[in-house]
């Protein structure tokens, strides 16, 4: 029996066709939707420059980091040549030493140390002496027994007292009944120098140091200035800013003003002290020449003033004998009469006085503007004739 299909084809809903007006509606979202992106897509912008500017940023300080390592790894690279070097050094001298069986110091004969009396200003060069000089027998100080006695041995007055019961316990017990400071002291060197430290070192040390940077000024030298300040510097931990800046402080006025046009500025104290020496030989040098060019002045000044003085002396005394031979001439002869022998005289010493203005310079060498104001008044008052007539 065929199937009904009626109700089948009545059941099938074709769906309208779409109205126009609903494109709207979907062209209004994909506007929000492209709005939307672009404007993730302008913090995924933002966000890798920023990235890429923090990696620039890392990119150069890593740089910096291995240029700095580069440094270090070059300076450790010299350190270790040159401790290779001193090892092959040290291995020499020492097959030296085994074949000759003598110290270098028995062949340089260094200066022995100044023996130490307690005084406090002078325990820390003592010790210094003290290492110095031992460093030149290390077959005869291998030992801190050895450096120990012999530092016993140049002590005198205080420091002598502190340290005579050691030495007595020392010299007159086997090691095994010694004291335990004996045994301390004899046995390590630097327990011996802690030892002088602790009875004789100034207290405060690097607050006396530090005083006395603080009142250092320059009143002579700036070699001297400089000498002093290292060794007060020495003592302090400060950075080198400070010392600098402290250096700047106690210098001359005039070295301070000479520095003001320095160019390139000091970094280091060194390059300060270099620069401070050069520019107080300079200043001192112009100085010199200052004091120098004042003195030549001054003689000058002297020199033609005698010039002058002499001049008008010369002058007076020239005019006497020719007034003189004038008027003997004039008693023989009776023609010349008094005008025309004035007139006559004027001009012939007119003509002197020229004569002796040429001739004066290079009698007297070079003068100044007072010594030219002394010729020149000598001859406004000779040609005047005001008081040399008669």
């Given at each position: 029996m065929p199937m009904n299909t009626d109700d089948d084809e009545e059941g099938e809903i074709v769906a309208p066709p779409m109205h126009p007006k609903s494109h709207k509606d979907e062209v209004k979202k994909l506007r929000r939707r492209l709005k939307h992106l672009r404007e993730q897509h302008d913090e995924l912008l933002n966000s890798a420059r920023r990235n890429a500017t923090i990696s620039q940023g890392k990119i150069e300080r890593l740089e910096e980091q291995v240029?700095?390592?580069?440094?270090?790894a070059k300076g450790l690279g010299e350190e270790a040549e040159k401790t290779q070097r001193l090892y092959k050094e040290h291995i020499e001298h020492t097959a030296t030493l085994v074949a000759t069986g003598k110290d270098p110091g028995e062949i340089l004969r260094p200066r022995q140390p100044?023996?130490?009396?307690?005084?406090?200003?002078?325990?820390?060069?003592?010790?210094?002496?003290?290492?110095?000089?031992?460093?030149?027998?290390?077959?005869q100080f291998s030992t801190d027994e050895m450096k120990t006695r012999h530092a016993m041995s140049l002590l005198k007055g205080k420091a002598q007292r502190l340290m005579e019961p050691i030495v007595r316990d020392y010299v007159n017990n086997p090691r095994h009944e010694r004291k335990d400071m004996t045994r301390l002291v004899y046995?390590?060197?630097?327990?011996?120098?802690?030892?002088?430290?602790?009875?004789?070192?100034?207290?405060?040390?690097?607050?006396?140091?530090?005083?006395?940077?603080?009142?250092?000024?320059?009143?002579?030298?700036?070699?001297?200035?400089l000498s002093e300040y290292r060794y007060q510097a020495a003592k302090l931990d400060w950075n080198e800013s400070a010392h600098m800046d402290q250096v700047y402080l106690g210098l001359k006025e005039e070295v301070k003003d000479a520095l003001v046009n320095i160019r390139p500025k000091p970094k280091t104290l060194n390059d300060l002290a270099n620069i401070v020496s050069t520019t107080q030989s300079t200043t001192q040098s112009t100085s010199s020449l200052s004091t120098s060019a004042k003195a030549g002045i001054t003689v000058g000044s002297v020199i033609g003033g005698l010039g002058a003085i002499g001049l008008v002396a010369r002058l007076v005394l020239r005019r006497k004998n020719r007034k003189s031979s004038q008027r003997l001439t004039d008693s023989d002869a009776g023609k010349p009469n008094e005008e025309t022998r004035y007139e006559l005289h004027d001009e012939r010493t007119h003509e002197m006085h020229a004569q002796n203005l040429v001739e004066l310079p290079a009698d007297y060498g070079r003068v100044d503007d007072r010594a030219a104001a002394g010729y020149d008044r000598a001859y406004r008052t000779f040609n005047s004739g005001s008081g040399l007539r008669n």
């Open positions: 240029g700095n390592l580069t440094s270090i100044d023996s130490y009396d307690g005084n406090a200003e002078h325990l820390q060069g003592f010790l210094t002496a003290l290492r110095s000089y031992q460093l030149y027998y290390p077959v046995d390590k060197y630097e327990n011996f120098e802690q030892e002088l430290i602790h009875a004789f070192g100034l207290a405060n040390e690097r607050r006396e140091a530090e005083s006395k940077i603080r009142n250092l000024r320059q009143t002579g030298s700036a070699a001297a200035y």
